[in-house]
T-cell receptor, first 110, second 116 residues
Framework: LAKTTQPVSMDSYEGQEVNITCSHNNIATNDYITWYQQFPSQGPRFIIQ???TKVTNEVASLFIPADRKSSTLSLPRVSLSDTAVYYCLVGGGGSYIPTFGRGTSLIVHP | EAGVTQFPSHSVIEKGQTVTLRCDPI?????LYWYRRVMGKEIKFLLHFVKESKQDESGMPNNRFLAERTGGTYSTLKVQPAELEDSGVYFC??????????????FGPGTRLTVT
């Protein structure tokens, strides 16, 4: 299983763009990159998934360079409600077992 | 559309007792997963059902844990007998597609289990 490394914590302010980078040096050819968000006392919630280049949805963008050894989750104009833990997961289909690391605790300040 | 529900939300039991956790996945989701987070640790995979079949149970900690999914609908996770180290939050998740892991998993709110 590909191991991921991401910052333990980050601080930001309302209205700013936040970029959280995840390293996954031993990512396999059929691995996808998925990000989840978790609020206290709730289960993780899917944010975005990608394989290469850039993916954008209504809440975030995911940038994946050509070598795919890292990925960056971009949250535009964060608000206080974006304070949460963000997990980067790497894996493929079939027998993929999601592996959650420690995640990145994002705190958004007023 | 109703989300994944889990019952109970919180359970406090004594060491040696039995507890059964229940998960109701989103209707129509063939894939059902159990995870748990013990205090201060990461969320860990326990097992994966595809309909009523156990696809992967490599994460189950020991034979005190028994998961079932009769009829391929709701699932139960029984811990018997419970030990102190079983305390933690147990999450259930479901997904629609056959290769479920490539697609988003919908998580329930979790059951907080406290063994005293």
């Amino acid at each position: 299983l590909a191991k991921t490394t991401q910052p333990v914590s980050m601080d930001s302010y309302e209205g700013q763009e936040v970029n959280i980078t995840c390293s996954h040096n031993n990512i396999a050819t059929n691995d996808y990159i998925t990000w989840y968000q978790q609020f206290p006392s709730q289960g993780p919630r899917f944010i975005i998934q990608g394989y290469k280049t850039k993916v954008t949805n209504e809440v975030a963008s995911l940038f994946i360079p050509a070598d795919r050894k890292s990925s960056t989750l971009s949250l535009p104009r964060v608000s206080l409600s974006d304070t949460a833990v963000y997990y980067c997961l790497v894996g493929g289909g079939g027998s993929y077992i999601p592996t959650f690391g420690r995640g990145t605790s994002l705190i958004v300040h007023p | 559309e109703a989300g994944v529900t889990q019952f109970p939300s919180h359970s406090v039991i004594e060491k040696g007792q039995t507890v059964t956790l229940r998960c109701d996945p989103i209707s129509g989701h063939d894939n059902l997963y159990w995870y748990r987070r013990v205090m201060g640790k990461e969320i860990k995979f326990l097992l994966h059902f595809v309909k009523e079949s156990k696809q992967d149970e490599s994460g189950m900690p020991n034979n005190r844990f028994l998961a079932e999914r009769t009829g391929g609908t709701y699932s139960t996770l029984k811990v018997q007998p419970a030990e102190l180290e079983d305390s933690g939050v147990y999450f259930c998740a479901s997904s629609q597609d056959r290769w479920g892991a490539l697609y988003e998993q919908y998580f329930g709110p979790g059951t907080r289990l406290t063994v005293t």
